[in-house]
């Protein structure tokens, strides 16, 4: 489809959208969070019942340590220094991504520059940073998009200059295929189902056709539609 | 059985050109960056190099870079910054010249490839990197209606491996997150390399304990804690 004049929709801050994020996490769920805005989903999630899993290997991860409680030896995947939790364990990396890998994970949450129709999802590699095609971050964005049970992804609706993130067919290289469950953007929470996407929450104030008109597939509005609530 | 070296630079002395060497370390944590500082010293080069990432947290590594001892990088996360941002950094301008091969892969393929080579499995079969880059020339099958990628075991010949304690019969205790890939990393080369910080006697490190086995090191070396830093990484 064309996209007009590109529009920016301001709506939700990061840390709003990890707050919608932190809803999908209920008690008893095992969780890893990727970097960026899903890390942020941990401020939220503080006092429900579910185990965080760090990839370097440990589960019940802490919040961020400060002062005194900096340990060189405990850090999460972003190089932040963490605390433990009553009942946390360490264990190797290949241990955490056999979790992973072996569906252990109830919910990922991940960012991403771009998801399809389909639920494919790429986020790993910009292409405007000039390497080949092969050549990126991956870290644990694969192994994670593949292995949770629950793959939801937080991102801004549209890039900084107002092109689509949610396009026909991903042209960034994939992180995984057709794993989306779930977008939570800044004005938009959508499905992922068989038939296509599922427009089920939108921003206070906006409608389903600006955010259809800042999204590049047909979207399938919910006969549930409602507003975004935190 | 006495596996002790007594300095770094004698631990890695024997390291010819053109070795694959294994690093252990995610990010700043339990990465040996004594050994890493000797191999620059002792200058072998045209290295295959095994590790998270050439950059964050491991400056150490840059100094590999900047004197030309790597010839390729495998890594998992391998840049200083995310996707969408570049970065002015030794390693990163090198891949850009061509003058480093480098080859990237998902993290749970990266160290199950080390732990399938140190335990005698070929290969081995994973979704991860279905329908992506990652697949590209490599061998696809069905199980269970589902698809996976057959991939390869690596046997390093050297691994660098850090741990909190270790004793003279190679045997090795872990701290924390400082652990990640070093456990793997020690069992799946021919000469594992271990600095520890603290060096015990056979014995202290209660048996139910032993993170590595020491039969899968072959050098251990005392060295002293360094002190961290904790740089941005996205």
Not at chain 1, 8 to 24: C, H, T, V
Request: contains cysteine; negative net charge.
């Amino acid at each position: 489809m064309e996209i007009g004049d590109l529009r920016i929709f301001e709506g939700l801050s990061r840390e709003l959208i990890a707050m919608r994020a932190a809803k999908e996490i209920k008690d008893g769920m095992y969780v890893n969070l990727g970097i960026g805005i899903p890390t942020i989903v941990s401020n939220w999630i503080v006092g429900k019942d579910v185990v965080l899993e760090a990839e370097i290997g440990m589960l019940n991860v802490g919040p961020l340590a400060e002062g005194e409680n900096i340990d060189q030896d405990l850090i999460n995947a972003s190089c932040e220094p963490v605390t433990e939790l009553p009942g946390c364990c360490y264990f190797s990396s290949c241990e955490s991504f056999a979790m992973i890998r072996g569906g252990y994970m109830d919910v990922a949450i991940l960012g991403a520059l771009q998801v399809s129709e389909k639920g494919d999802m790429a986020g790993w590699n910009n292409p405007d940073r000039g390497f080949p095609e092969h050549v990126g971050n991956i870290g644990g964005s694969m192994d994670l998009a593949s292995g949770a049970k629950s793959l939801i992804i937080t991102m801004t609706h549209t890039t900084r200059d107002g092109r689509p993130k949610i396009v026909n067919e991903c042209t960034y290289p994939l992180t995984a295929k057709g794993n989306v469950d779930k977008v939570i953007t800044n004005i938009a929470v959508i499905s992922v189902v068989k038939e296509g996407l599922v427009l089920e929450e939108v921003f206070p104030g906006l409608t389903p056709e600006d955010i259809q008109s800042v999204t590049e597939p047909r979207l399938i509005i919910s006969r549930n539609l409602k507003e975004i609530e935190l | 059985m006495d596996k002790i070296c007594h300095s770094v630079d004698e631990a890695v002395a024997d390291i010819s050109d053109g070795s694959i060497i294994a690093i252990g370390g995610f990010f700043t944590a339990g990465t040996p960056v004594h050994l890493i500082q000797a191999l620059a010293r002792h200058g072998a080069k045209d290295l295959t190099i095994i590790c998270q990432s050439v950059g964050p947290g491991n400056e150490d590594i840059s100094q590999l870079v900047i004197k030309g001892q790597i010839k390729k990088a495998i890594c998992t996360y391998p840049f200083y910054r995310s996707a969408t941002k570049g970065a002015e950094h030794p390693f990163e301008n090198s891949v850009r010249a061509g003058k480093i091969d480098v080859e990237v892969i998902p993290m749970g393929t990266f160290i199950e490839k080390l732990r399938a080579g140190g335990a005698g499995i070929a290969a081995f079969y994973t979704a991860t990197g279905v329908g992506t880059v990652v697949e590209r020339g490599k061998e696809k099958k069905m199980f269970n209606g589902k698809e996976y990628l057959l991939e390869l075991a690596i046997k390093p010949d050297y691994t660098f491996v850090y741990a909190h304690k270790g004793d003279r019969a190679g045997n090795l205790a872990y701290r924390k997150t400082a652990r990640n890939y070093n456990t793997e990393m020690a069992s799946a080369a021919t000469i594992t390399i271990a600095s520890v910080e603290n060096l015990v006697e056979p014995g202290d490190i209660d048996p139910d304990h032993v993170h590595t086995p020491g039969v899968y090191v072959q050098r251990v070396v005392k060295i002293e804690r360094p002190q961290n830093f904790y740089p941005t990484i996205d």
